[in-house]
């Protein structure tokens, strides 16, 4: 029976498909180390997760995709690698299978391996957007996952309500990032000097790390930058990026009218955060990773065709999670044709300056700070909940 105190290594079996993922599950596995002692990997991850020992079934940027008509065109090469993943994991016999985010790829594999060791448990960290949208998915999740690690406050009552499995809210990694931390402070040492003559403001413009994201916003982005550029010629603007998509961003805003400074990598990112008075930025998780800063912004998404057509099946009255958590509007969000460059430029000149919207969205931000915030780091409490799991399904 696995155990805290057990002589032989701990064999995890772990997947990730999301660099946010592999951050996770990094965080995850030097947790249980601390707790358990050794700690055996088999699976897919990244850079985190194969600094803790795993050595990847395969290079998991081949599950980083987005949008329906995306997973459509790589399925062949999906469901191959759901029977690889899951047939590597059945024969190392692990004691626990963690499964992290990416449900199109995970889910199915952990479906495989409970049918094969149906005493195996399985945890889910990240639970899955079903308050979203496809909220029968949380009841189906039930004889394939015995808990869920929630990183969002409002997720346990939510699987609750659709009947879903047993969920525990462990708290957001961004909450207790050392770079969040960091960047929080230097936006409040910056205190009144936005009030000051000669304030030259740095706007942040993030159009996501996809290439589908990017080649969607960037023309936007522009529009917005010329007419912000005219209206308040001091502004300065900074677009970071992840290295592989550095030569296509490069590219795109070589011709464009303004200065547009590329900072590559993530220390790059941080330092640029840092800077930052405002940002205009792609939906999704780095709209939370701003709040938590500090850093206004204005989020704006262009999706595939297939999620247009698909749009009346998502239930949620916003697709920002400051929003969700807060539970009323803090960002001002733009969706396909309701993009305005000439409103993102109005509202980025508001946001940068010492404005009542700006105070009314760091207010709301400080509020979604103090929901987030847990006494026991993420990995941590992710860990004992790991062990706790471990043992519940070993007692029977």
Not at 110 to 134: E, F, H, N, T
Not at 218 to 223: D, M
Not at 321 to 342: A, M, T
Request: charged content about 25%.
């Amino acid at each position: 029976m696995p155990n805290e105190n057990r002589a032989d290594p701990l064999k995890v079996a772990i997947i990730a498909g999301e660099v946010s993922g592999d951050l996770l599950g990094g965080d995850l596995i030097r947790a249980l180390k601390q707790r358990a002692g050794p700690v055996s990997l088999v699976g897919v991850g990244g850079e985190e997760l194969e600094a803790q020992g795993l050595v990847s079934l395969f290079d998991y940027s081949e599950l980083s995709i987005m949008g329906i008509s995306q997973v459509l065109a790589r399925l062949p090469t999906l469901l191959r690698r759901i029977r690889q993943t899951a047939d590597a994991v059945i024969a190392a016999r692990p004691d626990v299978l963690v499964i992290i985010d990416s449900p199109d790829f995970t889910h199915r594999v952990a479906k495989r391996v409970r049918a094969s060791m149906p005493g195996l448990p399985i945890v889910d960290y990240v639970c899955p957007s079903v308050w979203a949208w496809k909220p029968e998915r949380a009841l189906r999740m039930r004889p394939y996952v015995d808990h869920v690690l929630a990183v969002l406050p409002f997720e346990p009552e939510a699987m609750v309500t659709l009947g879903g499995p047993p969920t525990t809210y462990v708290g957001h990694r961004l909450a207790s990032d050392e770079h969040v931390l960091s960047v929080r402070a230097a936006q409040w040492a910056k205190g009144d000097a936005r009030a000051r003559d000669g304030w030259q403001p740095t706007c942040l413009l993030l159009p996501g790390s996809r290439s589908s994201e990017i080649t969607r916003l960037l023309p936007v982005f522009r529009e917005a930058v010329e007419i912000l550029a005219k209206r308040s010629p001091g502004f300065r603007f900074v677009l970071p990026t992840v290295p592989r998509q550095a030569d296509t961003v490069r590219a795109l805003v070589r011709d464009w009218p303004v200065d547009v400074e590329v900072r590559v990598g993530a220390q790059a990112k941080w330092a640029a955060f840092a800077q930052a008075d405002v940002a205009m930025a792609a939906s999704g998780t780095v709209i939370l990773e701003l709040g938590l800063c500090s850093i206004p912004v204005v989020s704006t998404y262009k999706a595939d065709w297939l999620i247009r057509m698909m749009h009346k099946r998502i239930r949620i009255w916003t697709a920002n999670l400051p929003n969700l958590i807060g539970d009323y509007v803090i960002v001002p969000e733009y969706f396909n044709e309701s993009i305005r460059p000439g409103a993102l430029a109005r509202w980025m000149e508001r946001l940068a300056a010492d404005t009542p919207e700006r105070r009314a969205m760091i207010g709301g931000f400080d509020a979604v700070w103090d929901i987030m915030r847990t006494e026991v780091p993420p990995g941590e409490r992710a860990a004992a909940l790991v062990m706790e799991t471990i043992a519940t399904k070993a007692a029977g």
